[in-house]
């Protein structure tokens, strides 16, 4: 844990209970699962998703029990997606960690994934809320359809619309969901889940701009994959988009724009120059205009501790590794 | 539909309604995925499980849509486990038709396949009854854990327990749930949803009983994979457990028995020596066992001509194609 993610100080018993419960569901199956849903949680992560559940459904008052409960029921969704994605991609990495197709079968895996998803749906069903177990669903469908678009999309396509629908379908849809359901098992009105739905977006869509960035600035062994991954593997994000918007000149940055897909010489080229240039700025403009808008969603909110720590969440995600 | 299918009358429009929810799942999503649903549902089969759901359902008085949704929902569960089965077994052929593993990259497969996992959870949510979504959910981690038991299983063992454990995770465990969530949505009392759960668990443990009777016994053409393919597999199944206790002097049998994998001579040997022995029929006396149970069961129901229904659908778990 950085030192400014002291939004998690709230909820770090919380985030205790949520792995846990997380971990317990695999009791009573194979006790491979076991020892996979180990690997997969001890790789950690910033448990970034349940601590918007958390602190939001603290902030509007839900009880705990079933704020744990969905926080885990996201939280593991958010895994089965990863171990999916993993596959498909062919990582071995993931936050500088062993992937479990790395030491797994492709069938284990699959079915540890699938096992995961079965596992989220029956936390999401212990919420005992309908609206909530209808948008988890969905949710899913939006993840798995921007997965899929992305899989049979050309290559190395240069459209800023494309880009915000997929970082939507692939991250923010699910920080979304995260905030909106805390509010939704929640005694509020509609207006505030709304409100909440609408803080999850914004700091969804910073997350994956941030994360979209470190691709070029990160050092390999903190973001545990190679620099310019996403454009080795035909994936234009913000700052390709900015950078070739704003180099007209640059025979790389055109070829990619002119549709054709580069070798590696032209990609390394590519990721230094963007590295080099002020698209990353730009980009981390574009992430802080999303904070914004999610800092004025949630300030609206009557002031009180948890509040603040949902504006230090907002603030952390374009503070993170950077 | 075979001329003994009557079971299936009173629901066929009921069928042709479940069928338009299910194809009207990728609707707004990448085309593809409109493709990939219309190959699966094409490739047809009987229908059973919803056919379940359905009877009962109508039976006990649940609502048309609520059944039809329910219904959809089980169909769609049950095809994203094919999807997921067939890639990692690697199978190209399923009721004769190609598989989409056989035709897609293994990402886009398993893509489709959690694809339809999320929308049948949709569907199981807008039954809007936290029980069935439950229920629902709990049946997908036992088909799943199964699944990983089965993978993770040494081959070739040779026991009763696992056998059926593994068929009740494999195929009874969703004959339950089509049948209990029926009525679970249905204007009746535990009692029933317990009979009718229990109904449901009987006739699917005869189901895969007469699958792998099949097998051994059925032409290649109808059944759409080798003959002996489980036993191929290692997978040991009712008639070659019976085979293996009645004849202590095959000695490819013993061989089985004491844990060795054969090869293909003998698996050859064995198939053609089960397929030719008592084995198939005492398997089919358990099967027959199953049915009477459910006929049992459903025969404590108010006499109707759904509850006849009912009573020839059982009847027709051990009539198909043998």
Redesign the interface.
Known sequence: MTTNASFLIPVQEDIQAVETLMRSQADE??P??NTALDLLLSSGGKRIRPSITLLIGKMLGASRDRLITLSAAIELLHTATLV?DD??DGSLLRRGMATLNSQW????T??????L???A??L???T?S?PV??I???T??VI??G???Q??ASRCKVSREDYFKRIYAKTASLFETSACTAAMISPVDENTVDAMRNYGYQIGMAFQIVDDILDFTGDQSTVGKPVGSDLRQGLVTLPALIYIENQPNDPDAQALYKGECLNDDQINRLVTAIHNSKAVQISLDEACNYVQLALNVIRRQPNNPLRKSLEELAEYIVQRKL
């Open positions: 199956h194979h491979d699962l999916h596959l498909i079968s492709p069938g284990a699959v079915l540890t994934g699938d096992f998803f079965a596992r749906a029956v999401a069903a212990d005992k309908i177990m209808k988890f669903s969905n899913l469908s798995v359809n997965e899929i678009t899989l049979f």
